[in-house]
């Protein structure tokens, strides 16, 4: 009778598959059950459950969390004495199943932030010069996005600069599934980078067309999921990269940075005019390393003042639509140091008033109103 009552209750298949469902992949971030790679399951009478599990590839990266969260899910079923996962590779006709499944079944690649119906805003972080310290306050805009609850990506397009991975602490390599690309994932924050495909510190040294197909793939052959934010950090200054961006995305808003110093300002400005030929928005201005606060509480403005502000003026009297300034960042050697342990000073940080000041900038721009265009209104017609 004893027998009897504990095969009972048992789990059965279904309850098994139906806990699976809150398991995703963690690249693709869907449940695995919908992706397909569930290969089988297996109910013992003593209450081991064994999950077949099949890889996207051999060398899946994060293979360790896919087995501990299907642990973790399944052992929550009543009547269940222990979870064992094994694990397989999906075939070459799986993986072709997953990405049509994923991506469609185009022949060539799509931007899907190019299409028509996209609801991702997509922010160039540009700059007139270098040194301006435009990645660093692209990592922590990420950073706080990601940390408001939005999906969040960065594409690092500083081809031959590139310094993402670095300062985001994003260590892992893509994943490619057929011809689609997992990007990898830090801080909540999905990026890809060239420095994720060039052996250590190696150079890239390619003329126009070689970084137009780059970044052509980066926004195409990438599985970048629903994001609500994507991020690209501009080269410096207004050449191939630029153009690019404003052909293969039309819709990209650009953001300026720059620092007090005038003459950094008037080189800002030309990055944000661009945006009169490339007929794009210019989301607003901010102002990196605009002060050093002294412990007397006084500041020492290192680079003079009011360079942001001019931009922000400049570019609205140009464009004819007013151009915010976004916020003025204090210095903070922790900026420095965080970028070079891959935290961004956001995260580590969050009190300081640099912090406070790029958390605010992301919120601008996340909460800014959108457009009617295109949306559907809650209307109906006026009776007569």
């Known amino acids: 009778m004893d ?65 501990n969260d299907t642990k973790a899910a399944v052992s929550k079923l009543p009547g269940v004495a222990d979870v064992r996962v094994e694990l397989d590779v999906m075939s070459d006709e799986q993986r072709s199943e997953l990405r049509k499944s994923l991506r469609g079944d185009a022949a060539e690649p799509v931007i899907p932030f190019a299409q028509p119906g996209s609801l991702t805003r997509v922010y160039c972080v540009a700059s007139g010069k270098g040194g301006v310290g435009k990645s660093s306050v692209t990592v922590n805009l990420a ?54 495909f060039t052996p250590g510190n190696t150079p890239v040294v390619w003329r126009g067309p070689m970084l137009h197909r780059a970044l052509q793939q980066f926004l195409a052959d990438v599985f970048w999921g629903d994001l609500d934010i994507l991020l690209l950090d501009l080269p410096p200054g207004t050449g191939d990269i630029a153009i690019s961006v404003a052909q293969l995305i039309p819709n990209a808003e650009i953001l300026v940075v720059t620092t007090p110093q005038q003459a950094a300002a008037e080189v800002a400005e030309r990055a944000g005019a661009i945006a009169l030929q490339t007929r794009q928005r210019v989301a607003g201005v901010i102002e990196n390393m605009s002060w050093l606060e002294q412990p007397d509480g006084s500041r ?85």
């Open 3 to 67: 027998g009897v009552t504990s095969t009972q209750q048992l789990p059965s298949v279904d309850d098994v598959r139906s806990a699976l469902k809150s398991v995703q992949d963690p690249e693709i971030r869907k449940p695995i059950t919908d992706l397909g790679m569930v290969k089988d399951v297996v109910v013992g009478a003593d209450g081991v459950v064994t999950v077949g599990i099949y890889l996207t590839v051999a060398g899946c990266p994060l293979k360790a969390t896919l087995t």
């Open 143 to 196: 950073a706080a996005m990601a940390e408001r609850g939005l999906s969040v990506g960065v594409v690092d397009a500083d081809i031959y600069g590139h310094s993402i991975p670095r300062m985001l602490g994003a260590r892992e390599k893509p994943t490619k599934v057929d011809t689609m690309i997992m990007p990898p994932q830090s801080h909540g924050v999905k990026v890809i980078s060239i420095g994720m």
């Open 300 to 384: 020492l403005e290192l680079f003079g003042s009011g360079g942001g502000q001019a931009v922000a003026s400049s570019l609205s009297k140009s464009i004819g639509s007013e151009v915010p300034l976004l916020g003025q960042v204090p210095m903070d050697p922790r900026m420095v140091s965080q970028g070079d342990a891959g935290t961004p000073l956001v995260l580590a940080e969050p009190e300081a008033p640099a912090s406070a000041v790029l958390k605010e900038a992301a919120k601008k721009l996340t909460v800014r109103a959108r457009g009617l265009a295109g949306m559907m209104l809650n209307v109906t017609p006026a009776g007569r």
